[in-house]
């Protein structure tokens, strides 16, 4: 099947700092991906749909500001949270379409962020 | 608005016994139905799904789904458990018009397989 990569798995950043988080598609092209923030005991909560080559679509309540998607090639898009504080901590996760796929999403491995 | 019911938060079930995670669903149209599994700080991994044709719907590690139109469910079957299946089960829905950015998720079941 299609493999969706997340890098870094853990990371622990200091209050104030910014941290990227990279989603890689690696054996096909993805137009649109989409990234999901999940809480404990929770389902996925999309946050933006990246779409390679235009401005990410964010959904309500989600502040574009701090949370930066950049699509810039097919098989690569990134997450920055910005000035991170602790609620950000959480598990971010990114999913990819792949287009000759017949409905099924492809999810990266998730990125687990702990903001001391 | 559509959304995507599991019912039940967690389910044990004893190794070699049958299992079965609930979904039920309401959307407009027919529906594009999804399971997915998450193993501990993982991302998802995808099982199975619906889209058209035979309403039982076989995948991943001997997983099967049965859609039910006028129960509007699609809940997750196997002939037999085993340990490794323990993990959390997502259940997903995206009306067959809208793209993927439809997609809701479930809120998960945890599947518990006792040894």
């Known amino acids: 099947g299609a493999v969706v990569s997340q890098h870094p798995s853990w990371v622990i950043c200091k209050s104030g700092t910014s941290v990227k988080i990279e989603c890689r598609s690696l054996?096909?092209?993805?137009?649109?991906m989409f990234w999901y923030r999940q809480f404990p005991k929770q389902s996925l909560m999309l946050m933006a749909t990246s779409n390679e080559g235009s401005k990410a679509t964010y959904e309500q309540g989600v502040e574009k500001d701090k949370f930066l998607i950049n699509h810039a090639s097919l098989t690569l898009s990134t997450l920055t949270v910005t000035s991170a504080h602790p609620e950000d901590s959480s598990f971010y996760i990114c999913?990819?379409?792949?287009?000759?796929?017949?409905?099924?999403?492809?999810f990266g491995e998730g990125s687990r962020l702990t903001v001391l | 608005a559509q959304s995507v019911a599991q019912p039940e938060d967690q389910v044990n079930v004893a190794e070699g016994n049958p299992l079965t995670v609930k979904c039920t669903y309401s959307v407009s149209g027919n529906p594009y139905l999804f399971w997915y599994v998450q193993y501990p700080n993982r991302g998802l991994q995808f099982l199975l799904k619906?889209?058209?044709?035979?309403?039982l719907v076989k995948g991943s590690y001997g997983f099967e789904a049965e859609f039910n139109k006028s129960q509007t469910s699609f809940h997750l079957k196997k002939p037999s458990a085993l340990v490794s299946d323990s993990a959390l089960y997502f259940c997903a829905v995206r009306p067959p018009s809208g793209g993927y950015q439809k997609v809701t998720f479930g809120i998960g079941t945890k599947l518990q397989v006792i040894p």
């Open positions: 054996d096909f092209q993805a137009t649109t």
């Open positions: 619906y889209i058209t044709g035979d309403n």
């Open positions: 999913s990819a379409r792949r287009e000759t796929s017949t409905g099924e999403l492809f």
